[in-house]
């Protein structure tokens, strides 16, 4: 079992950054893949990013590209999602995933934090 607490978020202007943690605990937490996703309001959640458990390889999904940056500190159990030039539409809870192998795909992760709001005003 690994347990996700995600932190944070919070309340920010358009073209201002923020860092999104997510801290893992529990069994073989730092040997897993991760992943951040988001979810708007009357929106499906979506993939934004995902690091290997080696921080060796990631993907993120088109719209962040060149503004976000996912990375790990396997020291810390710790995953980051640097979140820069922030637009409206980044506006979401934002939710950490562990799983096996990186993937986009929402059902490949076991495991789930409980998400942390980001709120970008224009």
């Not at 932190?7 to 529990?26: H, K, M, N, P």
Request: hydrophobic share 35%; proline share 2%.
């Amino acid at each position: 079992q690994v347990q996700l607490v995600e932190s944070g978020g919070g309340l920010v202007q358009a073209g201002d950054s923020l860092r999104l943690s997510c801290a893992a605990s529990g069994r073989s937490s730092s040997s897993h893949a991760m992943g951040w996703f988001r979810q708007a309001p009357g929106k499906e959640r979506e993939f934004v990013a995902a690091i290997s458990w080696s921080g060796a390889s990631t993907t993120y999904v088109d719209s962040v590209k060149g503004r976000f940056t996912i990375s790990r500190d396997n020291v810390k159990n710790t995953v980051y999602l640097q979140m820069n030039s922030l637009k409206p539409e980044d506006t979401a809870v934002y939710y950490c995933a562990a799983t096996s192998l990186v993937s986009a795909l929402e059902s490949d992760y076991d495991y789930w934090g409980q998400g942390t709001q980001v709120t970008v005003s224009s």
